[in-house]
């Protein structure tokens, strides 16, 4: 145990002695930054101050709401004036947007932490082969399947860590610029079963994790494809290109019962809450994370075993 550590020591050394590394957090706090200045500058949040007579202005709100609907010109107000008369039926005075709704929102950047992931996954093996020190590696006292899988291990760590700053930063930042409305203030949304009250914490929670499966998934797949070629770049290009065009060929097959056995089909387990739905009707929330273990396994094994079976001697 204490030598499995002493390596992940040493990957993550290696890893954070790189300024492209530190570069990428860099480039993730000026995204925080920049998205917290634009929703500021640009007007983006509701800035609506509630007094006392609150339930007045939602019931006013309501009636502007309903009128703009009947016009025709707009759309997406019906979820609002649901909203509405839950707090108004339920006596929950609404809040301004603070640090917590500005962290939620940004849970969406967790795309720009699996590009990162990805560059560092797909990498973290392959550099080992283009600059010849694998073979410093593999003359230490140390069998290949533990050294595979504490680079692995060592990936996973550099991506939950980026999950952490992006969730600290984003509260910081939207503490300073938005302040904040309580340690945990409920959330209104609209679900499957209708109007629903939440803790906001609860939430942001809920949305980070359902992206970490994807970040899991898309971080085992770069790795494989680190320990199959040693060029770094086509491992890149490969796991990005997939990354952002799965998607969309899984909707383009999504007719097909057999699209559901397509990784891209499960990694979005939020289509199983809320007001989601699945891709492919007979799909279930038991199916997705099936056979979503299915292909981290595969994907595991099939570096374990390119890793292992790879002749050195040539590099």
């Known amino acids: 145990m204490r030598n499995l550590l002493g390596l992940l020591k040493n990957e993550q050394m290696k890893l954070y002695s790189r300024w492209s590394t530190w570069s990428m957090y860099i480039i993730l706090f000026v995204l925080i930054v ?17 007094g006392d007579d609150w339930e007045q202005q939602l019931t006013q709100e309501n009636e502007e ?49 699996s590009l990162f992931t990805i560059i560092v996954a797909a990498g973290i093996i392959a550099n080992e ?22 680079k692995f291990l060592s990936v996973l760590f550099f991506s939950v860590t980026m999950l952490l700053f992006l969730v600290a930063t984003s509260f910081i930042i939207g503490a300073i610029i938005f302040g904040i409305n309580g340690w945990n203030p409920s959330l209104i949304q609209v679900g499957a079963d209708g109007v629903e009250e939440v803790a906001i914490f609860t939430e942001i929670i809920t949305q980070y994790g359902f992206n970490v499966v994807n970040l899991v998934m898309m971080t085992t797949f ?3 494809i680190s320990t199959l070629f040693r060029n770094s770049t086509m491992a890149i290009g490969l796991a990005i290109f997939l990354m952002f065009t799965g998607n969309i060929a899984v909707e383009v097959v999504a ?29 279930t929330l038991g199916f997705s994370i099936t056979v979503l273990i299915i292909y981290f396994v595969l994907f595991l094994f099939i570096s374990w075993l390119s890793f292992s079976k790879r002749d050195v001697a040539g590099n």
Not at 34 to 50: H, K, R
Not at 67 to 88: A, C, M, P, T, V
Not at 270 to 279: A, C, D, E, L, N
């Open 34 to 50: 920049g998205s917290a200045l634009i929703l500021l500058w640009a007007d983006s949040v509701d800035e609506t101050t509630y």
């Open 65 to 113: 709401y309903r009128e703009l609907n009947q016009e025709g010109d707009f759309f997406g107000f019906d979820s609002e004036i649901q909203k509405n008369e839950y707090r108004i039926e339920n006596d929950i005075p609404p809040l301004s947007y603070d640090a917590w709704q500005f962290t939620l929102d940004n849970a969406s950047l967790s795309t720009m932490i």
């Open 129 to 150: 082969f283009r600059w010849g020190t694998i073979k410093l590696l593999l003359i230490r006292p140390n069998s290949r399947t533990k050294i595979l899988y504490t």
């Open 222 to 224: 770069a790795f494989m």
């Open 255 to 283: 007719k097909y019962d057999w699209a559901k056995y397509i990784l891209f089909a499960n990694t979005d387990l939020s289509q199983y809450f809320g007001s989601g739905s699945p891709i492919v009707e007979s799909m």
